[in-house]
């Protein structure tokens, strides 16, 4: 069984910046690859530029470096790919994932900066990447950086000045936000600034597995008031606690997020953030991108086929349609 799919958060580009032989077509050293979205009939990936400790003070250079890779690596491969950055693009979108002659001819991609790290507190360099074509921004990893803290910073804070100031560039340009690593204090700072709906692109439900960065009940209710979206991921210890148990984790234990949810209000919410390529151990059966087919069917056995098409690309392509900024005339 195959339903369109949107994916809104993986890893590739870093592991293409580190190694500059890997192949997006089909490296082997790849979870996302442009053969495994064909096999998993996924149309819209979202490319996600992450800065790893291990290269150092974070630098601007570090995301125009991957923009690149997507430019020059990411979106020739295969047959080609699309680029989504407007509101009209994902209309094409949604219009095309409706036509009943099959799969997309070609798939698209999109780019998110997950932290704003790299930007070097500079605001000027956040607006020149929404020129250059990223349309989220997730404020932070796990720790504080010069906008705001992390969800693992103990302090817990809110936003600097500074990250006061990117939240008004955002409302200003419709750079789309993304809270999947911010701190509780800032994610309820953000529902009072921000004039659009965010993302939690890549967490799961805290009730179900108590991850520092998975979602308590109050922040799923309140992404739900606003419109917003929450991608279940398949990050193994986001599912279940580690140490519970030696046995590999199961794609039937993402069921219990799912329910919990959707309990919750979020039916309408819920997509799909795999964090494929920044994990470096997986569900078993969801290991990579072309293994979709098998995690519908999976969901078919429990929900009506309607609800899982959204949670596998409807309820992104509404969000996308009415939260994209428009192109300029």
Not at 135 to 145: E, K, M, P, V
Not at 238 to 263: D, M, N, Q, T, Y
């Amino acid at each position: 069984m195959s339903f369109p799919v949107i994916d809104f958060h993986c890893d590739v580009l870093s592991k293409m910046r580190e190694d500059s032989n890997i192949a997006f077509e089909d490296g082997a050293e790849l979870d996302v690859t442009y053969e495994r979205m064909r096999q998993g009939n996924v149309m819209l990936q979202c490319f996600a530029m992450y800065l790893p400790e291990s290269w150092g003070i974070p630098r601007y250079e570090f995301v125009l470096d991957q923009i690149d890779a997507f430019k020059t690596r990411v979106m020739p491969a295969g047959e080609g790919m699309r680029w989504l950055k407007w509101k009209e693009d994902a209309e094409e979108l949604e219009k095309a994932s409706k036509a009943p002659n099959g799969p997309l001819h070609l798939p698209w991609g999109m780019l998110s900066v997950e932290g704003a790290d790299g930007f070097e507190g500079n605001l000027y360099y956040v607006r020149m990447c929404y020129e250059l074509g990223v349309r989220f921004l997730g404020i932070t990893w796990n720790y504080a950086n010069w906008a705001a803290d992390g969800v693992l910073e103990q302090r817990n804070g809110g936003f600097t000045e500074k990250g006061k100031k990117l939240i008004e560039l955002a409302n200003e340009t419709g750079l789309l936000l993304d809270v999947s690593h911010l701190s509780e204090a800032g994610f309820w700072e953000l529902t009072e600034r921000t004039v659009r709906p965010f993302i939690a692109s890549h967490s799961n439900a805290k009730a179900v597995c108590n991850h520092p960065r998975n979602l308590t009940d109050d922040q799923i209710r309140a992404i739900v008031a606003m419109n917003g979206r929450i991608g279940m991921t398949f990050v193994p210890w986001f599912v279940r606690a580690k140490g519970e148990g030696a046995v590999p984790v199961r794609p039937e234990e993402l069921l219990p997020h799912i329910e919990h949810i959707c309990s919750l209000g979020g039916e309408n919410s819920l997509m799909i953030g795999s964090d494929f390529d920044g994990i470096d151990s997986w569900i078993e059966g969801l290991e990579h991108s072309g293994k979709y087919p098998d995690f519908a069917e999976l969901l078919c056995r429990h929900y009506p086929e309607g609800t899982v098409r959204k949670w596998f690309s409807g309820n992104a392509l509404s969000y996308l349609t009415a939260y994209l900024p428009k192109k300029a005339l």
